[in-house]
């Protein structure tokens, strides 16, 4: 697919999805493109479907997945590849989909939002875990005055204190060995 359409698809979904002034630039921006380029409307929100690469960490495609089929059930996925099988034929990615463009566009903005999101809440309740197990060692970031924090960062910490007040906390027992009696 041409680095153009690419583009014109990702303006289109900003259209689609715009509101007012956004909405009206992402408008402007689309029709500059299809001038410049000669490229129709018909072409951006073409049907046909094609596949469409992801390079995907382990971690990663399970959330992934999740919003593939959230846009559309029916889109075909296919990996993890293995990397000899990506060298040999080239493979953009170690996951493939099978879509149209504009669920591509659309999969690809959702993941990358939702992702983002997703890897920040992780870093909350891994700090709420730990203050709930009182495995917290000393972390500058984590252990502050809350006196000197910024608005951002106090509702971050309430949010983390209120989390690690749900959490199940575990007892752990040390075991004696036969070796330490």
């Not at 956004?22 to 929100?45: D, P, T």
């Not at 730990?130 to 960062?153: R, T, W």
Request: with cysteine; hydrophobic share 35%; aromatic share 12%.
């Amino acid at each position: 697919m041409s680095k153009h359409l690419e583009l014109g698809r990702k303006i289109k979904a900003l259209v689609d999805r715009g509101v007012r002034g956004e909405k009206q630039a992402a408008e402007n921006m689309l029709n500059a493109l299809l001038k410049k380029h000669n490229i129709s409307i018909e072409e951006i929100e073409g049907d046909k479907i094609e596949p469409y690469y992801f390079n995907l960490k382990n971690d990663e495609h399970e959330l992934w997945y999740q919003i593939v089929k959230h846009v559309n059930y029916l889109i075909k996925c296919y990996g993890e590849f293995p990397e000899k099988l990506i060298k040999d034929h080239r493979l953009g990615g170690n996951y493939m989909i099978e879509c149209s463009a504009s669920n591509y566009v659309e999969i690809e903005a959702k993941y990358s939002f939702y992702n983002k999101l997703y890897k920040e809440e992780l870093e909350v309740f891994f700090s709420a875990f730990l203050m709930a197990n009182n495995l917290l060692v000393d972390n500058p970031n984590i252990n502050q005055d809350i006196s000197e924090l910024s608005i951002e960062e106090f509702k971050k910490w309430r949010r983390r204190k209120e989390m690690a007040e749900k959490i199940t906390v575990g007892k752990f027992r040390k075991q004696l060995s036969r070796g330490n009696v």
